[in-house]
C-alpha cells in the first residue's frame, strides 16, 4: 500500500465493551508505533513493535489496553471494558528504522467514541 | 487525527506572508526534533528534522532552527500559502518514541 492504513476509520462504542483498532503498516517497515491523540493535544505514546515483539509498552495506560502485532505486520490494540475516558484518535505510525534518522509515517488514526 | 482544538494557539499570516512556529521541548538530552504537519482528519505529515548537533536545517520553503540553551525549537515557512493552513507540532525523541509538543494551528488569509 502507498501508506499506513487503519481501520475502522471511526469507531462508537458503549462503555464497558471491548474495541480491536487495526493497523496496516507500509510494507517492509519492520517498527510499529501507536499514539493516542485527545482533542486539541499532539499524539501520546502508547506502545512500539520491533518487528513481533512489543519493544517499549510504557505509554500503555492500564492493563485495560493491550496491543499484537502476530507476524510482524498488522498490529491490533485492543481496548478491553472501555471508558467514557478512553475516547480519543488513535493513531498508529510505522518505521524503517534505518540509520539515525528514522522517519515514522502515521495513519489516518481511528477515531474512537466511548458513549 | 483530530486537529481541531479549542485551546490551540493560534497564528494567522495573510498568503506570501513568512510564517514562524515556535515550540520548547523539555529533555536535554534529546538529540532528534521533527516538526510534523496535521490536517484536519488525517494523521500527522513529516515535514523537516534536525539532530542536535546542527543548530539549523533548510528545506523546501521551510528551515528548522535549534537552540540547545534555552531548549528551543522553531519552523520557519517561507511564502505561506493556503494549503500550508493546518496544526503543527514538534516533536523530540526519546529513545524510540515521539514526544509531541502542544501544537499551533496556522491560518493562512488570502
Known amino acids: 500500500g502507498a501508506g499506513v492504513s487503519q481501520t475502522p476509520s471511526n469507531k462508537v462504542t458503549e462503555k464497558g465493551k471491548y474495541v480491536e483498532l487495526r493497523c496496516d503498516p507500509i510494507?517492509?517497515?519492520?517498527?510499529l508505533y501507536w499514539y493516542r491523540q485527545s482533542l486539541g493535544q499532539g499524539p501520546e505514546f502508547l506502545i512500539y513493535?520491533?518487528?513481533?515483539?512489543?519493544?517499549?509498552d510504557s505509554g500503555l495506560p492500564n492493563d485495560r489496553f493491550f496491543a499484537v502485532r502476530p507476524e510482524g505486520s498488522v498490529s491490533t490494540l485492543k481496548i478491553q471494558r472501555t471508558e467514557r475516558g478512553d475516547s480519543a484518535v488513535y493513531l498508529c505510525?510505522?518505521?524503517?528504522?534505518?540509520?539515525?534518522?528514522?522517519?515514522?509515517?502515521f495513519g489516518p488514526g481511528t477515531r474512537l467514541t466511548v458513549l | 487525527g483530530e486537529s481541531v482544538g479549542l485551546h490551540l494557539p493560534t497564528l494567522s499570516v495573510q498568503e506570501g506572508d513568512n510564517s514562524i512556529i515556535n515550540c520548547a521541548y523539555s529533555?536535554?538530552?534529546?538529540?532528534?526534533f521533527i516538526w510534523y504537519k496535521q490536517e484536519s482528519g488525517k494523521g500527522p505529515q513529516f515535514i523537516i528534522d534536525?539532530?542536535?548537533?546542527?543548530d539549523k536545517r533548510q528545506g523546501q520553503r521551510v528551515t528548522v532552527l535549534l537552540n540547545k540553551t534555552v531548549k528551543h525549537l522553531s519552523l520557519q515557512i517561507a511564502a505561506t500559502q493556503p494549503g500550508d493552513s493546518a496544526v503543527y507540532f514538534c516533536?523530540?525523541?526519546?529513545?524510540?518514541?515521539?514526544?509531541f509538543g502542544t501544537g499551533t494551528r496556522l491560518q493562512v488569509f488570502p
Open positions: 505510525a510505522s518505521s524503517y528504522r534505518q540509520g539515525y534518522q528514522d522517519e515514522q509515517f
Open positions: 529533555n536535554s538530552a534529546s538529540d532528534y
Open positions: 516533536a523530540e525523541r526519546d529513545t524510540d518514541k515521539l514526544i
Open positions: 510494507s517492509g517497515h519492520t517498527a
Open positions: 513493535f520491533q518487528g513481533t515483539g512489543a519493544a517499549d
Open positions: 534536525i539532530r542536535s548537533n546542527m
